[in-house]
């Protein structure tokens, strides 16, 4: 009774915060967008980890499949870029448990975290794929 | 302050934002905890051949690790991408509906991924 009588009442126009569009692009701001892209990125990209767990649990034939794919250029960009969302949404994390201490807040020091992030995702990323690639992996 | 507006227009808060939050941290930190295990992992198995791959998940403490990572992973991106659908998704029914493959995809990603691990573990002799 009390829920059907709620839903009936008109929604009230609240004024709304101006779209992101209005603003100029500063590094904290692209840094959180782009955490919420790599993490989206990685809920799915969840999916090729299971898929690789799913296939050597299979047996011989089906893992021999899967890591063909993965060693393709196609599934080797895919990889790399998992690599990055996955270190970039690392670090962006990092920076967030910072700040939910409190600390950090002035611009000086949002400025060296913001970018701290995202040139630490890229040079671990290539890194890592320096490993992977000269250790013979590939 | 409280007010009995939230008696008259809808439900109010549903009183779990503090749990949502607490939740999102904890697995934040088991992840970030469990980053270098997983790190080491791909890049030792990437291209591996599948006895390699076998022998590897053979080890208790691999296989611990990596359910223990798929768990935690499964549960931080559940909360993760409700908030994302509740962010961009205003109308009730796709909302809902959403929120609940949400549900779904987690559980079975981790149910998925926690199965083939134990699949490889158990039984195998060291």
Known sequence: ?138 | MRTPLKNVRRLGSAKDGTDHFWRQRLTAVGALLLLPFMLWFAITLFGADYQTVRQTLASPIVAILLVVFIVTSAVHMRLGMQVIIEDYVHTDGTKIALLMLNTFFAVLIGLAGTYAVLKMSFGVAM
């Open chain 1, 1 to 138: 009774m009390a829920e059907a009588k709620a839903r009936e009442l008109p929604r009230i126009e609240r004024p709304l915060s101006p779209h992101l569009q209005v603003f100029s692009p500063l590094i904290n701001m692209v840094m959180s967008i782009v955490h919420r892209i790599t993490g989206a990125a990685l809920y799915f990209g969840s999916l090729l980890l299971v898929w690789w767990l799913l296939a050597a649990a299979s047996g011989p034939e089906q893992f021999a499949t899967v890591n063909w794919f993965f060693g393709t250029f196609i599934g080797k960009i895919i990889l790399f870029g998992y690599t990055w969302a996955l270190i970039h949404h690392a670090l962006g994390g990092i920076r967030h448990l910072i700040w939910d201490t409190g600390l950090a807040f002035d611009l000086k020091s949002v400025d060296i975290l913001c970018w701290g992030t995202i040139i630490g995702s890229v040079t671990l990323t290539v890194l890592i794929w320096a490993v992977v690639l000269l250790g013979g992996g590939a």
